[in-house]
């Protein structure tokens, strides 16, 4: 069995709605390496309108704060 590559909303992943995903390859054997879920309209709608009531608030934070944000969810 595959896993699947949930969504990323609101700080926590998600399966989405739709119900249907796509098969992530690996590009050099072209072997099926796991299935990633596929975002509906409304999935989408949702994720942008998180994403720009947060922005004002990620705007003013530092470049240093934002900087390790980033790298502790790499």
Known sequence: MVATI??????KTFPGTSGNTAPVTN?????VTGQVALA????ARAVIDSA?????AW???SLAKRT???????
Request: proline letters at 7%; zero cysteines.
């Open 6 to 11: 949930s969504h990323w909303f609101d700080n």
């Open 27 to 31: 590009p050099a054997t072209g072997a």
């Open 40 to 43: 509906s309209v409304e999935d």
């Open 52 to 56: 720009a009531a947060a922005f004002p």
């Open 59 to 61: 705007r003013d934070t």
């Open 68 to 74: 390790q944000i980033i790298f502790k969810f790499r």
